[in-house]
């Protein structure tokens, strides 16, 4: 079976910075559109940032535009979102999910549930 798994999570000062990933088994994330979404304890989920496809655009949520950046790795077939100046308001599960649609439709849409696979996620702790 497809599998993602994030990894580097942890727990950070406000202000610092942590870079997640997203890896594949069994198939090239660079073929498929890549997202990631939070979801934090009794909050609905939330889209973060995606990128589509073999070098396609990527887009963020105004909550992380300008402190994320999500980038493809190819040679190890996985998707980073490096994260700075992170905030109490950032703490929360985070996973990783491929998608049909483009980056755009995906975030024009808000259809954050429409995966086709996803991983079991990493949590973000934001705390001094």
């Known amino acids: ?3 993602l798994v994030e990894s580097g999570g942890g ?3 406000p202000g610092g910075s942590l870079r997640l990933s997203c890896a594949a088994s069994k198939f090239s994330l ?3 559109t890549v997202g990631w979404f939070r979801q934090a304890p009794g909050k609905k989920r939330e889209g973060v940032s995606c990128i589509t496809s073999r070098g396609g655009s990527s887009d963020y949520a105004d909550s992380v535009k300008g402190r994320f950046t999500i980038s493809r790795d190819n040679a190890k077939n996985t998707v980073n979102l490096q994260m700075n100046s992170l905030k109490p308001g950032d703490t929360a ?3 990783c999910a491929t998608y049909s649609a483009p980056c755009s439709a995906l975030m024009a849409t808000g259809l954050w549930d429409g995966m086709d696979y996803w991983g079991k996620g990493t949590l973000v702790t934001v705390s001094s």
């Open 1 to 3: 079976q497809l599998q």
């Open 93 to 95: 599960y985070y996973y």
């Open 11 to 13: 727990l950070v000062q």
């Open 30 to 32: 660079d073929s498929t």
